[in-house]
């Protein structure tokens, strides 16, 4: 079994509900085909780099998981099946972007962590002063 991830883009007219939906039924087609998901990630309504389809946003989803490459085929027809999915890219991780996908779950690299620039900035005058 290999790791995969895939990303799709989700046609924007959709309920959160609906795409939700969507997801899941993409899930399903992996652990049908004996894929273990690894993580799921809904990044909601995002705007396009460009129009896609004359549309200039869509919900974006994230899928890690491991299965046989078999998996790949089935699961890309089905996204090419689905009228509402945009776009999708699927590729395969090897052991170091599994490791740092490992660490960016765990929240390593969460640029809200520590003071801000400006409030160092300001911490900065202040010893100073």
Known sequence: MNNYETVFILNPVLS??????????????LTGHKANIVNVEQWGLKKLAYPIQKKSTGFYNLIEF?????????LETEYRRDE?????????????????NNRRRKGE???????????????REEARA
């Not at 609906?18 to 087609?29: E, H, L, N, P």
């Open 16 to 29: 959160e509900d609906q795409a939700k939906d969507t997801v899941d039924k993409f899930v399903k087609v």
């Open 84 to 100: 509402s999915v945009m776009r999708f890219l699927t590729t395969s991780l090897d052991k170091f972007a599994v490791e740092y």
């Open 109 to 123: 690299f969460n640029r809200n962590k520590g003071p801000k620039p400006q409030q160092q900035k300001r911490e």
């Open 66 to 74: 491991s299965a046989p490459s078999e998996a790949i085929a089935t």
